[in-house]
């Protein structure tokens, strides 16, 4: 499964993971320092939940941390995969309102990773366009440059997902 877009001209995220809201970060599995040297990610025991939305062996996390994987596409999302976003940003939802510290991380930390935090943060009370540009001023203007992932949070996931379900229904 083709996982991540080529392209788009983003540059390498200048760090390995950002905080987005108090205990709620974002990130990916690579990342590139001031002299553009890039660097892997990897996750030891930071965080007390990671959400991986893309994984790549030898990245953590470290023992003990709770560890949900649901690899997702960086383009169009079918109705399940639209549901399990949902599930996922509810589960960081509740484990940053229980004080603990998530990272959601995908391949760069741009566009999947910025879909579920945005969707954590709707759970949380934002809407989505305050979500969308907090993520973009705290990780990196190239954040959720998806405009397909874009769409869903201005529709809602619930209205995405079925408007997603219908055109597979036929």
């Known amino acids: 499964m083709k996982t991540r ?5 983003a ?8 905080e987005i809201a108090p205990r709620l970060w974002m990130g990916g599995h690579q990342w ?18 990671v959400i991986s ?4 062996p030898g990245h953590g996390p ?16 079918t109705a399940e995969q639209i549901q399990t976003v949902q599930q996922l940003a509810r589960t960081a939802a ?8 998530v990272l959601v991380r995908c391949s760069a930390g741009y566009n999947r990773s910025g879909l579920v935090v945005a969707q954590t943060l709707i759970e949380l009370g934002r809407p989505a366009t305050a979500a969308i540009q907090l993520i973009r001023a705290r990780r990196s203007s ?29």
């Open 53 to 56: 939305l893309f994984t790549r």
């Open 94 to 101: 509740h484990a940053v309102q229980h004080e603990r510290t």
């Open 11 to 18: 540059p390498e995220p200048s760090t390995p993971w950002s």
């Open 32 to 49: 590139a320092d001031a002299l553009g040297q890039r660097h892997a990610a990897v996750i030891g025991t930071e965080f007390d939940l």
């Open 142 to 170: 190239w954040a959720l440059n998806n405009r397909t992932f874009g769409e869903y949070l201005g529709t809602g996931l619930d209205v995405a997902s079925l408007l997603v379900g219908l055109d597979t229904a036929t």
């Open 5 to 9: 877009q080529k392209g788009e001209g």
């Open 62 to 77: 470290g023992p003990g941390v709770e560890h949900l994987v649901a690899e997702l596409p960086d383009g169009p999302l």
